[in-house]
């Protein structure tokens, strides 16, 4: 009754009209959202979503009061760790599809605030990534705008507001993995706009093999994108060991969605060790974190997204099947093919990841062009990989001090059996980055 006697109230403030009625009556709709229960958010929705869309004259103000605070909303997930793929992540997860766009418009209104040099090299990718932009012409205009746009009416785009708006406004802070725009600038050695040259001339190359016909020459151009990977990395090593300012780890954050998270997380946990990175997994969150330096987190996401799409791409052929006795493929099949595949991609990834560090201490050393040159500092190569896997435990640590493992089962020897063969014949490479060493 409480909840009711408040959304009455706010109704009568906004019958004044004046723009500041307008601001109250959204943050009091929004505040009776989040603090409603189970058994009655759907009625603190419907009235909060009634008294703002109850006059078309009002709507201008709506619009403007919404993105007004929605700008505040959006900063304060920023301060507490989240990023844009997070945040639309966990609006996918737990409102669905129709969220999505307004979720993403959200973000770019708050994004407004921030110059360009205020974000970092991976937020601009995931501003990029989910297509961010400020498309209308005036904060007035927004929703009416919107609504036209994807044929919504003024009740429900008010709901669809105040449901994401308490989605994100529940979510406690986690970790966090880059600056916050706004609250200083990217620290030294930080990622920053553009990439490495080294990684556009890879992309280069995976994308040559992707599209070839002739499985020969895939394999060979993906080994060749491999070895200068592993390369890339050694040298970002060497260099950062030498300078004065010694180079830190850094971390992200990649998607884990259903079906299959533990398998899935199994795989991106190969990819990882193989780059020396270390993963912790939030499953109640549908991501994991991965922890490393700058050149082996960029070979972790881009190799463990085409793995991916690989292993679902095979396991759909192999699950379509039927078993020797006839029976269709079941859930425990597929799942037990993931990890399967998992596992031998590990073997596969740490066995070149060994070849490729030998081959550098050893002082050999691969130029873009295919030659060989010798390395005249190999003897500290060894050293320095070892002070940098130590930084990651120690920065592991430090952002997750209680950690626990967790054990996936095997069900199915025909999953295991087949997960395994596709493993051997999965390309090291992806559409559009890096490979594991």
């Not at 009209?17 to 009091?28: F, M, Y």
């Not at 969220?99 to 407004?112: C, N, S, T």
């Not at 020459?217 to 990395?233: D, F, N, P, V």
């Amino acid at each position: 009754m409480a909840k009711g006697s408040g959304s009455a109230k706010a109704g009568g403030s906004a019958r004044a009209g004046g723009a500041e009625d307008i601001d109250g009556l959204l943050e009091r709709a929004v505040h009776e959202a989040v603090a409603a229960r189970p058994e009655t958010l759907d009625w603190v929705l419907d009235g909060g979503a009634s008294l703002l869309a109850a006059s078309a004259e009002r709507w201008p103000a709506v619009s403007r009061a919404l993105l007004g605070y929605a700008e505040r909303a959006v900063g304060r997930c920023w301060t507490a760790g989240w990023r844009p793929a997070d945040l639309v992540r966990v609006v996918r997860r737990e409102l669905g599809a129709a969220h999505l766009a307004l979720a993403v418009d959200l973000i770019a209104a708050e994004g407004r605030r921030h110059p360009a040099a205020a974000l970092d090299r991976r937020w601009h990718e995931q501003l990029r990534e989910l297509a961010v932009e400020v498309w209308w012409e005036s904060d007035e205009q927004y929703l009416g705008a919107f609504a036209e746009r994807h044929r919504q009416d003024r009740f429900a785009l008010a709901t669809t507001a105040l449901e994401l708006l308490r989605c994100w406004a529940l979510l406690p802070p986690v970790n966090p993995v880059g600056p916050v725009p706004g609250g200083s600038a990217p620290r030294a050695g930080a990622p920053v706009a553009g990439e490495p040259r080294m990684l556009g001339r890879i992309r280069a190359l995976l994308a040559k093999a992707e599209s070839t016909e002739y499985p020969e020459e895939a394999e060979a151009l993906s080994e060749k994108a491999q070895q200068l990977m592993a390369q890339h990395s050694i040298d970002e090593a060497l260099l950062a060991a030498g300078a004065p300012a010694p180079d830190a780890p850094a971390a992200l954050r990649i998607g884990i969605d259903s079906p299959y998270e533990g398998p899935k997380a199994m795989l991106l946990d190969a990819v990882a060790a193989a780059n020396r990175c270390k993963v912790v997994w939030a499953k109640e969150f549908g991501f994991c974190t991965i922890v490393g330096f700058d050149a082996d987190l960029d070979a972790v996401e881009l190799l463990y997204t085409s793995l991916l799409v690989q292993a679902t791409a095979a396991m759909s052929r192999e699950g379509g099947r039927k078993h020797r006795d006839g029976a269709p493929r079941t859930k425990a099949f597929r799942q037990s093919f993931l990890i399967a595949y998992a596992a031998r991609i590990r073997e596969r990834l740490t066995a070149a990841t060994e070849q490729a560090t030998s081959d550098a201490a050893a002082g050999r050393r691969l130029r873009e062009d295919g030659t060989v040159e010798r390395v005249a500092d190999a003897e500290r190569l060894l050293p320095v990989l070892k002070a940098r896997e130590e930084a990651v435990e120690d920065a592991v640590g430090r952002m997750f001090p209680k950690l626990v493992s967790q054990r996936v089962r095997v069900s199915d020897g025909e999953g295991w059996a087949a997960g395994r063969a596709a493993a051997d014949r999965a390309a090291l490479n992806g559409r559009s980055g890096a490979i594991g060493r």
